[in-house]
Protein backbone atom coordinates (compact mmCIF):
# COMPACT_ATOMS: atom_id res chain seq x y z
CA UNK A 1 0.00 0.00 0.00
CA UNK A 2 2.80 2.49 0.99
CA UNK A 3 5.39 4.04 -1.36
CA UNK A 4 8.89 2.43 -1.17
CA UNK A 5 10.16 5.15 0.88
CA UNK A 6 7.24 5.55 3.76
CA UNK A 7 7.59 1.66 3.26
CA UNK A 8 11.22 1.60 4.40
CA UNK A 9 10.40 4.75 7.54
CA UNK A 10 7.88 2.49 8.72
CA UNK A 11 10.28 -0.88 9.12
CA UNK A 12 12.70 1.77 10.54
CA UNK A 13 10.55 2.71 13.77
CA UNK A 14 10.40 1.76 17.27
CA UNK A 15 6.73 1.63 17.49
CA UNK A 16 5.60 -2.69 16.49
CA UNK A 17 2.23 -1.24 15.07
CA UNK A 18 4.15 1.15 12.90
CA UNK A 19 6.38 -1.49 11.19
CA UNK A 20 3.77 -3.84 10.24
CA UNK A 21 2.11 -0.91 8.37
CA UNK A 22 5.17 -1.62 6.05
CA UNK A 23 3.23 -5.01 5.05
CA UNK A 24 0.12 -3.38 4.14
CA UNK A 25 -1.11 -4.89 1.03
CA UNK A 26 -4.56 -5.93 -1.28
CA UNK A 27 -7.35 -4.30 0.51
CA UNK A 28 -7.08 -0.53 1.30
CA UNK A 29 -8.76 0.40 4.06
CA UNK A 30 -11.87 2.59 4.35
CA UNK A 31 -12.61 3.05 0.87
CA UNK A 32 -16.08 1.20 0.89
CA UNK A 33 -19.03 3.44 -0.56
CA UNK A 34 -22.59 3.47 -1.08
CA UNK A 35 -24.82 5.77 -3.57
CA UNK A 36 -28.35 6.49 -4.66
CA UNK A 37 -29.29 9.19 -7.59
CA UNK A 38 -33.06 9.98 -9.44
CA UNK A 39 -33.26 12.32 -12.05
CA UNK A 40 -36.14 13.58 -14.38
CA UNK A 41 -36.28 15.50 -17.65
CA UNK A 42 -38.61 17.35 -19.56
CA UNK A 43 -38.49 18.74 -22.81
CA UNK A 44 -40.01 19.88 -26.26
CA UNK A 45 -38.10 19.57 -29.77
CA UNK A 46 -39.97 21.28 -32.63
CA UNK A 47 -38.25 21.61 -36.00
CA UNK A 48 -35.89 24.17 -35.39
CA UNK A 49 -36.51 25.32 -31.76
CA UNK A 50 -36.05 22.92 -28.43
CA UNK A 51 -36.33 23.80 -24.85
CA UNK A 52 -35.87 21.50 -21.94
CA UNK A 53 -34.99 20.74 -18.34
CA UNK A 54 -33.79 18.51 -15.74
CA UNK A 55 -33.34 17.83 -12.34
CA UNK A 56 -31.05 15.33 -10.55
CA UNK A 57 -30.82 14.37 -7.30
CA UNK A 58 -27.63 12.70 -6.01
CA UNK A 59 -26.57 11.17 -2.39
CA UNK A 60 -23.66 9.06 -1.80
CA UNK A 61 -21.83 7.80 1.49
CA UNK A 62 -17.74 6.85 0.90
CA UNK A 63 -14.72 6.44 3.22
CA UNK A 64 -11.82 8.48 2.43
CA UNK A 65 -8.20 5.82 1.96
CA UNK A 66 -6.52 6.26 5.11
CA UNK A 67 -3.38 8.51 5.33
CA UNK A 68 -1.20 6.47 7.69
CA UNK A 69 0.55 7.46 10.58
CA UNK A 70 4.30 7.03 10.21
CA UNK A 71 5.95 9.86 10.94
CA UNK A 72 6.08 11.11 15.24
CA UNK A 73 2.73 13.03 16.00
CA UNK A 74 1.05 12.15 13.15
CA UNK A 75 -2.52 10.46 13.38
CA UNK A 76 -4.48 8.45 11.45
CA UNK A 77 -8.22 9.18 10.53
CA UNK A 78 -10.58 6.75 8.73
CA UNK A 79 -13.06 9.52 7.52
CA UNK A 80 -16.02 9.17 5.93
CA UNK A 81 -18.16 11.72 3.38
CA UNK A 82 -21.87 12.03 3.82
CA UNK A 83 -23.25 14.01 0.48
CA UNK A 84 -25.97 15.15 -1.22
CA UNK A 85 -26.77 17.53 -4.42
CA UNK A 86 -29.75 18.61 -6.20
CA UNK A 87 -28.70 20.13 -9.89
CA UNK A 88 -30.98 21.48 -12.11
CA UNK A 89 -30.09 22.09 -16.06
CA UNK A 90 -32.25 24.00 -18.80
CA UNK A 91 -31.39 24.79 -22.13
CA UNK A 92 -32.95 26.30 -25.13
CA UNK A 93 -32.03 26.89 -28.30
CA UNK A 94 -33.61 29.16 -31.08
CA UNK A 95 -33.64 28.97 -35.03
CA UNK A 96 -32.98 33.16 -36.17
CA UNK A 97 -31.86 33.68 -39.44
CA UNK A 98 -29.92 36.16 -41.25
CA UNK A 99 -26.34 36.30 -40.25
CA UNK A 100 -26.73 34.62 -36.93
CA UNK A 101 -28.30 30.85 -37.48
CA UNK A 102 -29.28 30.21 -33.82
CA UNK A 103 -29.90 31.34 -30.20
CA UNK A 104 -28.48 29.26 -27.45
CA UNK A 105 -29.27 29.54 -23.77
CA UNK A 106 -27.80 26.91 -21.16
CA UNK A 107 -28.42 27.51 -17.30
CA UNK A 108 -27.27 25.57 -14.60
CA UNK A 109 -27.83 25.25 -10.23
CA UNK A 110 -26.49 23.48 -7.80
CA UNK A 111 -26.93 22.78 -3.71
CA UNK A 112 -24.30 20.61 -2.76
CA UNK A 113 -23.29 19.59 0.52
CA UNK A 114 -21.63 17.09 2.18
CA UNK A 115 -20.35 16.16 6.01
CA UNK A 116 -17.22 14.33 6.91
CA UNK A 117 -18.03 12.15 9.40
CA UNK A 118 -15.38 11.08 12.38
CA UNK A 119 -14.86 7.52 13.66
CA UNK A 120 -17.19 7.81 15.07
CA UNK A 121 -20.48 9.00 13.20
CA UNK A 122 -19.99 12.05 14.69
CA UNK A 123 -20.56 15.46 12.47
CA UNK A 124 -16.69 17.04 11.85
CA UNK A 125 -16.88 19.47 9.17
CA UNK A 126 -19.94 20.38 7.09
CA UNK A 127 -19.32 21.86 3.53
CA UNK A 128 -21.93 23.88 1.91
CA UNK A 129 -22.03 25.20 -1.65
CA UNK A 130 -24.80 26.78 -3.72
CA UNK A 131 -23.35 27.85 -7.34
CA UNK A 132 -24.90 29.19 -10.95
CA UNK A 133 -23.72 29.39 -13.80
CA UNK A 134 -25.44 30.57 -17.64
CA UNK A 135 -24.02 30.67 -20.98
CA UNK A 136 -25.61 32.69 -24.10
CA UNK A 137 -24.66 31.54 -27.41
CA UNK A 138 -24.72 33.00 -31.21
CA UNK A 139 -24.18 30.63 -33.50
CA UNK A 140 -23.01 32.04 -36.90
CA UNK A 141 -25.20 31.61 -40.48
CA UNK A 142 -22.22 29.92 -43.01
CA UNK A 143 -20.56 32.46 -44.94
CA UNK A 144 -17.42 32.43 -46.94
CA UNK A 145 -14.17 33.39 -45.93
CA UNK A 146 -10.64 33.42 -48.25
CA UNK A 147 -12.72 30.61 -50.22
CA UNK A 148 -13.54 28.39 -47.38
CA UNK A 149 -16.86 27.32 -45.71
CA UNK A 150 -17.00 29.91 -42.21
CA UNK A 151 -18.60 29.35 -39.21
CA UNK A 152 -18.73 30.31 -35.47
CA UNK A 153 -19.71 31.01 -32.38
CA UNK A 154 -19.31 33.57 -30.04
CA UNK A 155 -20.98 34.02 -26.58
CA UNK A 156 -20.74 34.95 -22.86
CA UNK A 157 -20.84 33.06 -19.82
CA UNK A 158 -22.00 33.90 -15.99
CA UNK A 159 -20.65 31.63 -13.08
CA UNK A 160 -21.60 32.58 -9.34
CA UNK A 161 -20.74 30.30 -5.98
CA UNK A 162 -21.10 30.61 -2.67
CA UNK A 163 -18.88 28.47 -0.46
CA UNK A 164 -18.99 28.14 3.18
CA UNK A 165 -17.31 24.99 5.64
CA UNK A 166 -19.11 24.88 9.03
CA UNK A 167 -17.53 23.32 11.90
CA UNK A 168 -14.76 23.50 14.43
CA UNK A 169 -11.82 22.23 12.02
CA UNK A 170 -13.49 24.44 9.30
CA UNK A 171 -10.62 24.56 7.15
CA UNK A 172 -11.59 27.55 5.16
CA UNK A 173 -13.90 30.71 5.52
CA UNK A 174 -17.15 31.66 3.83
CA UNK A 175 -16.25 32.99 0.52
CA UNK A 176 -18.20 34.21 -2.53
CA UNK A 177 -16.69 33.79 -6.28
CA UNK A 178 -18.15 35.52 -9.30
CA UNK A 179 -17.06 34.74 -12.54
CA UNK A 180 -17.77 36.67 -16.66
CA UNK A 181 -16.23 35.35 -19.59
CA UNK A 182 -16.40 36.62 -22.74
CA UNK A 183 -15.45 34.19 -26.16
CA UNK A 184 -15.57 33.58 -29.84
CA UNK A 185 -14.84 30.52 -31.67
CA UNK A 186 -14.09 30.42 -35.45
CA UNK A 187 -13.67 27.49 -37.89
CA UNK A 188 -12.44 27.71 -41.60
CA UNK A 189 -13.22 24.73 -43.72
CA UNK A 190 -11.16 24.76 -46.87
CA UNK A 191 -12.22 20.88 -47.32
CA UNK A 192 -9.40 18.64 -46.44
CA UNK A 193 -7.86 21.39 -44.41
CA UNK A 194 -9.64 22.80 -41.64
CA UNK A 195 -8.39 25.44 -39.40
CA UNK A 196 -10.42 26.44 -35.42
CA UNK A 197 -9.60 29.70 -33.68
CA UNK A 198 -10.78 31.05 -30.20
CA UNK A 199 -10.14 33.75 -27.93
CA UNK A 200 -11.72 33.89 -24.38
CA UNK A 201 -11.62 37.10 -21.41
CA UNK A 202 -12.13 36.15 -17.99
CA UNK A 203 -12.50 38.48 -14.92
CA UNK A 204 -12.93 36.19 -11.84
CA UNK A 205 -13.91 38.18 -8.16
CA UNK A 206 -13.20 35.99 -4.82
CA UNK A 207 -14.19 37.37 -1.35
CA UNK A 208 -14.41 36.45 1.69
CA UNK A 209 -15.08 38.82 4.62
CA UNK A 210 -15.71 37.48 8.01
CA UNK A 211 -15.60 38.56 11.60
CA UNK A 212 -14.02 35.71 13.15
CA UNK A 213 -12.01 32.58 11.77
CA UNK A 214 -9.92 30.42 13.67
CA UNK A 215 -9.45 33.74 16.27
CA UNK A 216 -9.04 36.30 13.63
CA UNK A 217 -10.99 38.40 11.37
CA UNK A 218 -10.59 37.89 7.19
CA UNK A 219 -11.47 40.52 4.67
CA UNK A 220 -10.04 39.44 1.38
CA UNK A 221 -11.22 40.83 -2.33
CA UNK A 222 -8.94 39.21 -5.21
CA UNK A 223 -9.81 40.26 -8.97
CA UNK A 224 -8.54 38.46 -11.67
CA UNK A 225 -8.75 39.64 -15.49
CA UNK A 226 -6.87 36.94 -18.00
CA UNK A 227 -7.09 36.56 -22.15
CA UNK A 228 -6.74 33.04 -23.04
CA UNK A 229 -6.34 31.66 -26.93
CA UNK A 230 -5.77 28.97 -29.17
CA UNK A 231 -4.86 28.42 -32.74
CA UNK A 232 -4.88 25.02 -34.56
CA UNK A 233 -5.55 23.04 -38.03
CA UNK A 234 -5.83 19.46 -39.63
CA UNK A 235 -5.25 17.52 -42.96
CA UNK A 236 -7.33 14.49 -43.98
CA UNK A 237 -4.33 12.77 -44.84
CA UNK A 238 -6.28 9.66 -46.19
CA UNK A 239 -9.91 9.19 -45.92
CA UNK A 240 -11.42 9.19 -42.28
CA UNK A 241 -8.24 10.10 -40.55
CA UNK A 242 -7.02 13.54 -39.91
CA UNK A 243 -3.97 15.27 -38.38
CA UNK A 244 -3.58 18.64 -36.42
CA UNK A 245 -1.94 20.74 -34.19
CA UNK A 246 -2.88 22.80 -31.93
CA UNK A 247 -1.25 25.84 -30.07
CA UNK A 248 -2.45 27.29 -26.96
CA UNK A 249 -2.09 30.09 -24.49
CA UNK A 250 -4.01 29.43 -21.42
CA UNK A 251 -4.97 31.71 -18.60
CA UNK A 252 -6.23 30.40 -15.14
CA UNK A 253 -7.61 32.10 -11.98
CA UNK A 254 -6.36 30.53 -8.28
CA UNK A 255 -9.91 29.30 -6.78
CA UNK A 256 -11.02 30.12 -3.38
CA UNK A 257 -9.27 26.90 -1.99
CA UNK A 258 -6.20 27.53 -3.34
CA UNK A 259 -6.03 31.58 -1.83
CA UNK A 260 -8.06 31.13 1.50
CA UNK A 261 -7.44 28.04 3.61
CA UNK A 262 -5.81 28.16 6.85
CA UNK A 263 -6.50 24.88 8.85
CA UNK A 264 -6.82 20.97 9.19
CA UNK A 265 -8.95 19.71 6.42
CA UNK A 266 -10.24 15.84 7.09
CA UNK A 267 -11.48 15.47 3.58
CA UNK A 268 -7.99 15.42 2.61
CA UNK A 269 -6.28 14.24 6.10
CA UNK A 270 -3.77 17.14 5.74
CA UNK A 271 -3.38 20.77 7.48
CA UNK A 272 -4.00 23.11 4.37
CA UNK A 273 -2.21 26.73 4.25
CA UNK A 274 -3.37 28.68 1.17
CA UNK A 275 -1.75 32.15 -0.37
CA UNK A 276 -4.01 34.77 -0.77
CA UNK A 277 -0.92 36.90 -3.29
CA UNK A 278 -1.18 34.21 -5.54
CA UNK A 279 -1.69 35.41 -9.26
CA UNK A 280 -2.75 33.80 -12.83
CA UNK A 281 -1.42 30.51 -13.55
CA UNK A 282 -0.29 31.06 -17.60
CA UNK A 283 0.67 28.39 -20.04
CA UNK A 284 1.77 27.62 -23.29
CA UNK A 285 1.06 24.75 -24.92
CA UNK A 286 1.72 22.47 -27.91
CA UNK A 287 -0.50 19.26 -29.20
CA UNK A 288 0.17 17.36 -32.12
CA UNK A 289 -3.17 15.05 -33.08
CA UNK A 290 -4.02 12.14 -34.91
CA UNK A 291 -7.73 11.16 -35.01
CA UNK A 292 -9.36 8.43 -36.98
CA UNK A 293 -12.88 6.43 -37.67
CA UNK A 294 -14.05 3.75 -40.07
CA UNK A 295 -16.71 1.45 -40.12
CA UNK A 296 -16.71 0.09 -36.57
CA UNK A 297 -14.03 2.16 -34.85
CA UNK A 298 -12.49 5.20 -33.73
CA UNK A 299 -9.44 6.05 -32.72
CA UNK A 300 -7.41 10.00 -31.38
CA UNK A 301 -3.91 9.91 -30.26
CA UNK A 302 -1.72 12.79 -29.16
CA UNK A 303 1.04 14.53 -28.13
CA UNK A 304 1.65 17.61 -25.86
CA UNK A 305 4.28 19.65 -24.15
CA UNK A 306 2.99 22.73 -21.70
CA UNK A 307 5.16 25.16 -19.95
CA UNK A 308 3.19 26.67 -17.17
CA UNK A 309 4.72 30.11 -15.27
CA UNK A 310 3.32 30.36 -11.73
CA UNK A 311 1.71 26.91 -11.72
CA UNK A 312 -0.69 26.75 -8.22
CA UNK A 313 0.47 23.61 -6.53
CA UNK A 314 0.71 22.41 -2.98
CA UNK A 315 3.71 21.20 -1.40
CA UNK A 316 4.20 19.45 1.69
CA UNK A 317 6.19 21.56 3.82
CA UNK A 318 7.42 18.47 6.57
CA UNK A 319 5.98 20.09 9.95
CA UNK A 320 3.23 18.48 11.88
CA UNK A 321 -0.25 20.59 12.67
CA UNK A 322 -3.30 18.85 14.74
CA UNK A 323 -1.68 15.43 13.88
CA UNK A 324 -1.63 15.83 10.25
CA UNK A 325 1.08 16.84 7.61
CA UNK A 326 0.96 20.57 6.15
CA UNK A 327 0.44 21.20 3.03
CA UNK A 328 1.41 25.00 1.89
CA UNK A 329 -0.31 26.51 -1.38
CA UNK A 330 2.13 28.38 -3.52
CA UNK A 331 3.28 29.32 -7.22
CA UNK A 332 6.14 27.84 -9.69
CA UNK A 333 7.24 27.25 -12.92
CA UNK A 334 6.56 23.81 -14.59
CA UNK A 335 7.01 21.49 -17.17
CA UNK A 336 4.41 19.03 -18.96
CA UNK A 337 4.80 16.46 -21.62
CA UNK A 338 2.47 13.55 -22.05
CA UNK A 339 0.84 11.31 -25.01
CA UNK A 340 -2.75 10.15 -25.04
CA UNK A 341 -4.05 7.56 -26.99
CA UNK A 342 -7.91 6.17 -26.86
CA UNK A 343 -10.60 3.96 -29.18
CA UNK A 344 -13.24 2.04 -29.24
CA UNK A 345 -14.24 -0.74 -31.28
CA UNK A 346 -17.28 -2.71 -32.17
CA UNK A 347 -17.31 -6.37 -31.19
CA UNK A 348 -20.70 -7.66 -32.07
CA UNK A 349 -24.33 -6.01 -33.46
CA UNK A 350 -26.94 -8.70 -32.26
CA UNK A 351 -30.71 -8.45 -32.60
CA UNK A 352 -30.15 -4.60 -32.64
CA UNK A 353 -27.38 -4.58 -29.86
CA UNK A 354 -23.77 -3.18 -30.21
CA UNK A 355 -21.58 -4.68 -27.84
CA UNK A 356 -18.10 -1.80 -27.82
CA UNK A 357 -14.83 -2.39 -26.25
CA UNK A 358 -12.78 0.69 -25.50
CA UNK A 359 -9.84 1.86 -23.79
CA UNK A 360 -8.05 4.72 -23.00
CA UNK A 361 -4.00 4.99 -21.94
CA UNK A 362 -2.02 8.04 -21.18
CA UNK A 363 1.31 9.22 -19.57
CA UNK A 364 2.78 12.06 -18.29
CA UNK A 365 5.77 13.86 -16.59
CA UNK A 366 5.00 16.49 -14.65
CA UNK A 367 7.94 18.35 -13.31
CA UNK A 368 8.24 21.59 -11.42
CA UNK A 369 11.46 23.74 -12.52
CA UNK A 370 14.21 24.85 -10.73
CA UNK A 371 15.02 21.43 -9.09
CA UNK A 372 11.60 21.19 -7.11
CA UNK A 373 10.89 18.06 -8.66
CA UNK A 374 7.78 16.16 -9.77
CA UNK A 375 4.40 17.91 -9.18
CA UNK A 376 1.99 16.22 -6.37
CA UNK A 377 -0.48 13.93 -7.08
CA UNK A 378 -0.24 13.41 -10.88
CA UNK A 379 -0.32 9.60 -11.27
CA UNK A 380 2.29 9.53 -14.37
CA UNK A 381 0.34 6.89 -16.08
CA UNK A 382 -3.22 5.01 -16.34
CA UNK A 383 -5.58 3.52 -18.47
CA UNK A 384 -8.95 2.87 -18.59
CA UNK A 385 -11.49 0.64 -20.14
CA UNK A 386 -14.73 -0.71 -20.22
CA UNK A 387 -17.31 -2.58 -22.40
CA UNK A 388 -20.77 -1.27 -23.41
CA UNK A 389 -23.80 -2.88 -24.87
CA UNK A 390 -25.99 -0.44 -26.72
CA UNK A 391 -30.09 -0.36 -27.81
CA UNK A 392 -32.13 2.19 -29.77
CA UNK A 393 -33.31 2.99 -26.19
CA UNK A 394 -31.16 1.20 -23.01
CA UNK A 395 -27.42 1.43 -22.82
CA UNK A 396 -24.86 -0.72 -20.34
CA UNK A 397 -21.51 -1.70 -19.43
CA UNK A 398 -18.61 -2.35 -17.27
CA UNK A 399 -15.51 0.07 -16.72
CA UNK A 400 -12.23 -0.78 -15.32
CA UNK A 401 -9.27 1.53 -14.98
CA UNK A 402 -5.47 1.42 -13.17
CA UNK A 403 -3.49 4.65 -12.20
CA UNK A 404 0.16 4.17 -11.42
CA UNK A 405 1.68 5.54 -8.14
CA UNK A 406 3.15 9.11 -8.32
CA UNK A 407 5.51 10.76 -6.23
CA UNK A 408 2.93 12.17 -3.89
CA UNK A 409 -0.25 10.58 -3.25
CA UNK A 410 -2.24 11.18 -6.61
CA UNK A 411 -5.81 12.60 -6.85
CA UNK A 412 -6.64 14.41 -9.77
CA UNK A 413 -5.65 15.19 -13.20
CA UNK A 414 -5.34 18.91 -14.45
CA UNK A 415 -4.94 18.49 -18.95
CA UNK A 416 -2.11 20.80 -19.65
CA UNK A 417 -3.21 21.94 -23.06
CA UNK A 418 -5.78 23.67 -24.52
CA UNK A 419 -7.68 22.96 -28.06
CA UNK A 420 -9.65 26.01 -29.93
CA UNK A 421 -12.79 24.37 -28.71
CA UNK A 422 -12.10 23.70 -25.05
CA UNK A 423 -11.21 27.28 -24.73
CA UNK A 424 -14.72 28.44 -25.62
CA UNK A 425 -16.40 25.19 -23.81
CA UNK A 426 -18.80 25.72 -21.09
CA UNK A 427 -17.17 24.93 -17.66
CA UNK A 428 -19.36 23.54 -14.71
CA UNK A 429 -20.48 24.38 -11.53
CA UNK A 430 -18.82 21.98 -9.24
CA UNK A 431 -18.73 20.58 -6.17
CA UNK A 432 -16.18 21.25 -3.69
CA UNK A 433 -13.26 18.98 -4.78
CA UNK A 434 -12.70 15.97 -2.26
CA UNK A 435 -9.25 14.58 -2.31
CA UNK A 436 -7.72 11.44 -1.45
Known amino acids: MLTRTLREQARASDDPEVQA ?26 DEDDFGVAVTRLNTLYGVPVR ?20 VDARAGIKLGGPFDKFSARFG ?41 WKGATGAQVLVRNFNVIGEEAFLPENKTVGLGLFTLQELDFGKFKAE ?12 RVDDFRGAPVDIGRYFNGVSGSIGGSYEVVAGWRVGVN ?3 TARAPAAEELLPNGPHAGTQAFEIGDPTLGLEKALGAELVLRGSGEGYRFESSFYVTRFSDYVNDVRT ?3 EDGLPVFQYGAADARYYGIEA ?3 VDLAHVHGVTVSLDALADYVNAQLLDGLGPVPRIPPFRTLGGVTAKAARAEGGSRWSTARRSAAPPCWRRRPTASPRSISRPSIVRSPTIRA
Open 247 to 249: LSR
Open 68 to 87: FAIAPGEEAEEVRIDAAQTR
Open 21 to 46: LADLRNRLPNTASRNWSVAGALAWIG
Open 342 to 344: QGE
Open 109 to 149: FADYEHAELEDTGEVGTRFLSRGLETRLELAQSEGSLLGAK
Open 318 to 320: GDI
Open 197 to 208: ASLRYEHNRISA
